[in-house]
């Protein structure tokens, strides 16, 4: 089985841009699972989900689902749920 040394920081921005976060919008970030190739990333928004699908060898994206929370999801959750086990990132980039 062969291994790649990974830069999450930048499997995570190729995830945020391809979710189209914008400029200085906070976003949370959670590696799901790295096999097959593939590293799984989801980035969640105040108001959006996404899963980016990223090959672990060259860092192509490969896939993208998006969707909206639920109403439940955005009006109960505790603000501190989704910083729970996730790393919190405000995009730099300008607009």
């Not at 921005?13 to 096999?35: D, F, P, Q």
């Not at 192509?60 to 999801?73: D, I, L, N, P, Q």
Request: proline residues 2%; aromatic residues 8%; glycine residues 6%.
């Amino acid at each position: 089985m062969k291994t790649y040394t990974r830069n999450y920081e930048a499997i995570i921005a190729i995830a945020a841009r391809e979710a189209g976060i914008a400029a200085g919008e906070e976003y949370t970030a959670e590696v799901l699972s790295t096999k097959d190739g593939l590293i799984e990333v989801e980035i969640s928004t105040e108001w959006n989900k996404s899963t980016c699908y990223i090959d672990a060898k060259t860092y192509e994206v490969r896939g993208f689902m998006a969707e909206g929370k639920s109403v439940e999801e955005i009006l109960w959750a505790p603000a501190s749920a989704l910083a729970t086990a996730q790393v919190k990132h405000s995009n730099p980039r300008t607009a």
